[in-house]
């Protein structure tokens, strides 16, 4: 049987009003689903009865008529069934809780004060990592303990519910403490830093099961024998450290004995505690454990346990608690040890913000004591330590810095700003001032001490201490200025008495470490002459010695610092020595880190195109430093991520109307970024773009200057799209290229895009997602983009008649192992469409000034028979697909059924 194609007569403007869609007024009571719905008081929307009655429908799910406005949701769910949701009934109310306000209202307060000990628990933990990661040692430690065999030993014959009356009771349990405080002692030497932190979390482990298991002296002995480790200053650079854990298993029996009196007390919550309804059993139990802890001998375990545990006295004298930390105040100073002394009284400062935040008074005065006792630090048994351990008065120093910070941090909150100046004051009056004022400046708040920077700095200058601590200070004070805002007289000068200090220095990293929140400040607050005036210095202080290898972190962190507060690009590409800055960076990688983030600067502060020369030679170079870093151990994450910057910053680059310099400038980032194929395939589109804004300007009525431009941006695509590594890529822009090409009327260069198109298609087994099911939808997709911009080429009547169609063909004849036959049977129906729209008397497109075939054969009989014997042949393909002797499977037969569809759809005889 002969197969004949009758290609079907289309009259394509018919056919556009046919395919319009009706349109029909909609008046002002229609629905229509954009219309909004509106929602007027005393309104009841109506629900539809037309759904079966519920037979379980009581009339407790009526809405009431005498409502005034009724909530549609609420409307709803009256006309439901209660029984299709269970969760959806509320539960039966007692009478007491019908008469009660709402509880939301009730719990208020009691959510205020857990979301107030949460912060203050998040801001304790920062505290306490920040000590852990900076205190460390290699040291061995060692723990001497007492041993609990004895005070936990039971009497023979005598029974675990030994006494019944508190005062047996009592006895009893001061007994074994008295054996416990008199029984021997274990001690683990050698101890790795690790091993003595996992010993602590034992006995955190420990205490808390003793408790569970009802041992609680055993849980007490626990506590006391951790308190007691604070006196083992043996190794004192890790003593800040061993603070931290050892507070922790502190606070963790306190809680636990607030707990457990509270339990006796239901339903009271924690801030909710009325002295007037605690329980007798619950008093009981709470000055039961006031006289344990108040029998404890030693008295830095008495110390630390009754701060841990201060929380009980709410139980039996609320308004005391103010009486009770200022007795642990004043107990603090009879502990000889200054650093043990400082930790002690930040864990006063720290229990009381937590319980008492409203009661300040015993800040100032453990801040005070400890100005008092500096005179400690000069006795002989403390420089024994420091010769002992080999250590400085400095380095001594910077270990109750931690401690001293916590406290200040808990005085300067909420406090006034007098409060500063009283500190301060008091601070100049003792040795090692520096150290007291620095901690100063990170505690306050911002705001008050840069109001007096200007002094403090004339201040902190004046002192005839070490450099090094006039640095630090100033260090402090200038993260306080920049967050800050320093009154407006006093920034230059505050600017200037700060430089003149730091340019004596030598030292490369305490110069940087200073400078840094500086340069910070004068990007903040002054003009790119300063900003450059202080790259400069970095410079120079860097380049010694080559000394700027060593801190290119550092390095890195100011320059995002400064980059943060320039207002604009221009003011940054305009210095002089920003370039030679970035240069510093000789390392690659860290010079393709650092180039990647001033690009990203680049992209988010340069809203509107720009053609600067400086700025558009500074971002040639810092993209061209970001490729060069690539190589082939690169992650392709990295990869991406440098080709959307280097895109991104290509986009921002615009010489409006000077198309020639445009497309130079393209040409010159073709060479410098040859590696990324994103950012190759960006330049080609860019080129297209360009060839199409010319040819739009002047509306197709080219001159020999703008086709020769025209020319030469298809020339550039041309000799760019083979260096892709992608095929699919490379054919998608084959395709665009040669429909810009033909929109241009460079029909020739047009020609020899599709040409080009279609010879990648000889080649399928090179495509490198063949395999991927995903991928052929997308090369139909593309296939059918090319069949459609064939119908507008002119054919070259030397190679004959439809001769880029027929080499189509070849090719997916040719790629029979490679193309499936679905997705060939797909492609010969829509080459169908095409020779049906090559046969039409009027073409569906056409371009201005291009001759297609629709002129050159107007329908020709010739021209026809070529169209018919093509389609014979196409259809030949088809119908060997669809009758074909193949495996019949559900998926073949679903396929073949679509095939057949699309077959009749476009009208096959």
Known sequence: MSLVWKPKTVCYELEIEKRKAARKDVKKDDYHPLKLITVKEGSVIKISNTTKKNPLKTNTSKVNSNVDFVDPLSAFTATSNPLSDPLSVPPPKSKEEKVTRNPLEKEVETTNNEAEDEKKSNDWTVYKMKILNKFTTDEKLSISMTSLAKGDSIKEGQNRNYATSVSDKMKTRLGQLDDFEEGGFHEMQNLTQQEFINRIQELKQMLKEAWDSSQKVKALKISIQCAKLLNDTSVMQFYPSKFVLIADVLD????????????????MKPGQVDPKKVTTSAREICINWLLKIASIRELLPRLCIEAATIRCNEFIRPGDWNCVLLRLTNMARGIGNPLVAVFIRAYLCRVGMLHMPSFRGHLKYNFYDYLSSFQQIRRDSV???????????????????PAVDWILSCLAKDAHEETLTEVIEKCKRCENSLLLINCCLTSFRSEYVATRALSICRQICSYEETVLHKLMALEALGKSTVNGEPPEADRLPLLNEVWKLLVKVKNPEHFLSCASPWMEYAAKYFSKREVNTVLGEVIKHMTPDRAFERLYPELHSVMGKVLDRMPSVAQVFYMDKFLPYIDMFQHEERKAEICLQVGQFFVKKQEEETCDPIIVNVILYICKAIHDALNALSIEDRRKQSARLICSSIDKISFRKDFEQQLAFYVTCRANFCNLDAVIATLVHSVNRLSTKVT????????????????ACTAFSFITIPSLSNNLVKFNLYIESGQVALNCQCVSQADAMFKSAIGMLHEMK??????????????????SNLLSSLLLVPDNTEKGVLYLLRGLLNAISESNETVPAFTRCNLFIKVLALLTAYSQDQYLHRIDKIESNETLYSNDPKFLDQIAQISMTVLNEIFSYIGGNDKVGGVIVFTKKKVIFKFVRRGIV
């Open 766 to 783: 090179s495509f490198s997602d063949v395999r991927q099911s995903n991928f052929w939808p997308s090369f139909i997709t593309s296939v």
């Open 383 to 401: 420089h024994n330590m420091m010769a002992a351990q080999k250590i400085s008065l400095d380095t001594y120093l910077s270990y109750h810095k």
């Open 252 to 267: 963790s029996f306190g809680s636990l004995v607030f707990q457990r009196i509270l339990t006796k007390c239901e339903p």
């Open 696 to 711: 739009s300007i002047i509306q197709g009525n080219h001159t020999k200057k703008t086709s020769a431009f025209v020319r």
